[in-house]
């Protein structure tokens, strides 16, 4: 039985990999779901314990051999790049660096550098330079919904799962899993799901049916693990920003499907009951939540008020890694933003800012460029539902050397933005069929007009 579950899936990750070098949102898929792919496969192979960094390798080989490919097929894949979050997040992580010289926390540099960057510099420069279009984003939106609801069920399938203190972990050959990435996973299938819009697909039932499977597997990951900052994130995210994707056309309406969704979300829980863990309700409980959050708070506290005592860190911070130095119950805050300010000062979270606005600006221009077409619109929403997503987990579990992925989304967000506006013909052509309508709307069940479907294609 392992070994059928182990070649699964090792044949995920070669499917994402292969298929990474000739689409590029299957690379960029890949990317994403790295690190909890890298654990389903440790638990079947020991090989990929021994040689941990063999997965890391792979995938980012494939993220820099499908720039190539793209480049070498005329793709602008450096064109936008050097815009506001990126230059603010190279010049984040170029600070936090050079601060390792002042950090009373005494790091090997050395090892620090060559441990912490490469993931970094594949998140923050390579990353977004893979996806140039809006097709790009859809294509990863389905291969990670596809791949990833699969490594969802071999993770709630697998014989080495370990309950520790009520969270699903994972046997890594005697060493437990880190349940976060996992959890990760876990928020960003239902969130994926909620969004993808299949009309206008020649498979709408399938990918209808892909779409429940991740919004439940996700849900059973979410409570196995109990992990409940992604589950409050996913909840957020999906409330507040699911009208990106979808034209509302009544505060009735959107009202009538809230409330549809709680009920399925009703019905779905009894199932979801046996995926929890002995223990799991304990970390559920108010007390124990509350609890949790005033720990964080303390840490917050903490950080800022060995800041306020060193005025001559008030400039460029404290240095990374001091946090460890000021409470040796948790090797860091757990909240970027505040990092940011106490480890490298007033430069830093400067820095932070300006990716933090120009991030969101730039996600907003997008998704307006594209909201007046229901087949696009919610493609575009999703970029803005991950980054909203990764950026609230930042504020409960952030550190800045792991925590790049809202990061990520604003420096992809702001280079779309720049490369990527619809052209003046496929607006008319929309536009002429919005009037056509007796709302002058589009119907959502009557979407996809001929012409848009003509420059979808030609996109392509």
């Known amino acids: ?42 638990t079947f192979l020991p090989f990929f314990v021994s040689y941990g960094q063999f997965l890391n390798y792979a995938v980012g080989i ?3 051999s499908s720039l190539i490919t793209a480049a070498m097929r005329g793709r602008p894949v450096i064109r936008g790049y050097l815009n506001i979050p ?90 437990e899993s880190n349940p976060l990435a996992l959890s990760d996973l876990g928020g960003s299938l ?3 799901g909620a969004f993808l819009y299949p009309k206008g697909t020649a498979s709408v039932m399938f990918w209808g049916f892909v779409r429940g499977s991740a919004i439940f597997f996700g849900s059973a990951l979410l409570f196995a693990s109990s992990s409940r900052g992604q589950a409050i994130a996913a909840g957020v995210v999906v409330f507040l920003l699911w009208p990106l994707a979808r034209r509302i056309k009544s505060v009735g309406s959107f009202i009538g499907t809230g409330l549809a969704a709680g009920l399925l979300l009703g019905v779905a829980s009894i199932g979801l009951q ?28 903490n950080l800022l008020r060995a800041l306020a005592k060193s005025p001559s860190g008030w400039i460029v911070g404290l240095g990374s890694g001091a946090y460890e130095t000021i ?18 000062g ?31 619109r919610w493609v575009a929403a999703l970029l803005v539902a991950m980054a909203g997503y990764f950026f609230i987990i930042s504020l409960k579990q952030g550190h800045l050397w792991g ?5 990520m989304f604003c420096i992809l967000g702001a280079r779309l933005a720049i490369i990527d506006a619809p052209d003046e013909e496929y607006l008319e052509a929309l536009e002429s069929e919005a009037t056509e309508n007796e709302d002058a709307s589009f119907d959502q069940d009557s979407l996809d007009s001929p012409e848009a479907g003509e420059h979808l294609k030609a996109r392509s």
């Open 86 to 175: 990126a230059l603010g997040a190279i010049l984040l992580y170029a600070l936090a660096c050079t601060s390792l010289m002042w950090s009373p926390q005494l790091y090997p540099v050395k090892e620090v550098l060559l441990f912490n960057m490469p993931p970094v510099i594949l998140a923050i420069v390579f990353s977004p330079m893979i996806l140039n279009k809006l097709d790009d984003v859809r294509d990863f939106c389905r291969a990670f919904l596809f791949i990833g609801t699969i490594m969802a069920i071999l993770v709630m399938v697998n014989p080495n799962r370990l309950n520790v203190w009520g969270r699903l972990k994972l046997d890594l050959g005697g060493v």
């Open 327 to 344: 409470d040796s119950s948790l090797p860091y805050v757990h909240n970027t933003p505040v990092e940011c300010l106490g480890e490298l």
């Open 403 to 407: 925590d790049y992925k809202f990061l």
């Open 1 to 42: 039985m392992e070994t059928a579950l182990g070649a699964l899936s090792l044949g995920l990750a070669a499917v994402l990999l292969v298929g990474g070098l000739f689409r590029p949102g299957w690379a960029f898929a890949a990317i994403m779901l790295l690190f909890p792919l890298e654990q389903v496969i440790q």
């Open 346 to 376: 007033i430069v830093g979270f400067t820095l932070y800012v300006a990716v933090f606005i120009g991030g969101w600006y730039a996600l907003y221009r997008y998704w307006n460029m594209w909201k007046i077409d229901p087949a696009t």
């Open 274 to 301: 046996a995926f929890l863990l002995s223990g799991t309700e304990k970390r559920w409980s108010t007390e124990r939540i509350g609890n949790d959050l005033l720990g964080r708070l303390d840490a917050v506290v």
């Open 62 to 64: 494939t993220a820099v």
């Open 190 to 192: 239902i969130i994926m």
